[in-house]
């Protein structure tokens, strides 16, 4: 008796203690609902500046005016959308607990919460001014474009697909890192590097693969031309081998010496071999250096150098012939 008695006061004090109103605009298509919420009210209303066709979960469509309140007081939790609009418009939805005659309390109400609404297309660029669209965009970089669901498959590409992505540091800006297809000569994507250090004068250097190969023979006393880089590019001499003939002569017998210049420049790479005063009738490959690597290489000082074989003395027989490998850059 005593909890009736209580229901029956809070239900007087209710009638006499209007609460205050609580509004809240809302966008509201075909695909986007307004979920009914009374905010602990008795009543419950939307207000329109356009007719809209409303379907009403569970209780099928209405019309609004187009412009006034209709009285959407209905259970909790009801889904309401409008099935003529593709694009969200805005509503205005008041909780109360005083009722609106429909019929005759037709306000003017502005709604200044949502700017125009404008057409969505890709590639749009960004606003100076506030503006509503319609569905989630991405931003490139440069533009806007919308999101789209990209296909289950490998090389998927297209305006306004979500990837996730590695960046690499160059020392100087950010690239995309990309994957690299198997086999030689790739440009691009992840790869491992291996560096050697430089004890001596400190830091690492990229390890190179030789790629360069010349052979030249010489005679003449001094430079003879063995390796002729690219236009503004230097030599690096990654290995090398000197062959003197067997039948070698000079004019006077003695030792004579083989070296490299860079450019003109001596290089520490050289082979002393005695070559007689007259030829000798002999069969063989005659004096060599075998096979000499030099591991990462010796870079040129300038670039355009030409690596140059240079003999001591002229030979008047047999001849002096030398491979180089490397690389340019």
């Known amino acids: 008796m005593i909890s009736q008695e209580i229901a029956l006061l809070t239900q007087i004090r209710d009638l006499l203690q209007s609460r205050p109103d609580v509004e809240q605009t809302y966008l509201l298509s075909a695909s986007q609902p307004y979920i009914l919420d009374r905010k602990d009210r008795k009543y419950l209303y939307l207000y329109t500046t356009i007719a809209l066709t409303l379907s009403i979960e569970d209780f099928g469509t209405i019309t609004t005016p187009s412009v006034g309140w209709l009285d959407i007081t209905l259970q909790q939790g009801i889904r309401i959308y409008a099935t003529n609009q593709t694009n969200p418009v805005p509503v205005l939805v008041r909780a109360t607990d005083n009722q609106i005659d429909t019929q005759t309390d037709i306000q003017t109400v502005t709604v200044t919460n949502f700017p125009p609404l404008v057409a969505v297309t890709d590639t749009t660029t960004p606003p100076t001014v506030p503006q509503q669209e319609v569905f989630a965009e991405v931003f490139n970089g440069t533009t806007w474009d919308r999101i789209r669901s990209a296909a289950a498959a490998a090389g998927t590409t297209g305006t306004g697909v979500l990837g996730a992505g590695f960046l690499g540091f160059d020392g100087t800006n950010f690239n995309i890192i990309r994957s690299a297809g198997a086999g030689d000569g790739i440009t691009s994507g992840l790869a491992a590097v291996q560096y050697g250090f430089r004890p001596i004068l400190g830091g690492n250097d990229r390890l190179r693969i030789a790629e360069v190969f010349n ?38 017998g003695g030792l004579l010496e083989i070296t490299f210049q860079d450019g003109t420049t001596p290089l520490p ?33 300038t670039v355009n150098n030409v690596l140059n074989i240079n003999l001591s003395a002229a030979l008047t027989a047999g001849e002096v012939r030398s491979v180089a490998i490397g690389t340019e850059e």
């Open 215 to 252: 052979t030249a023979t010489a005679t003449a006393s001094g430079n003879t031309a063995l390796w002729t880089p690219a236009a503004g590019k230097k030599f690096r001499l990654m290995g090398y081998s000197f062959l003197i003939t067997q039948n070698a002569a000079q004019s006077v």
């Open 269 to 301: 790479f050289a082979l002393s071999v005695f070559v007689p005063g007259a030829a000798g009738t002999v069969v063989g490959a005659g004096d060599n250096t075998g096979w000499v690597v030099l591991g990462n290489g010796k870079i040129s000082s």
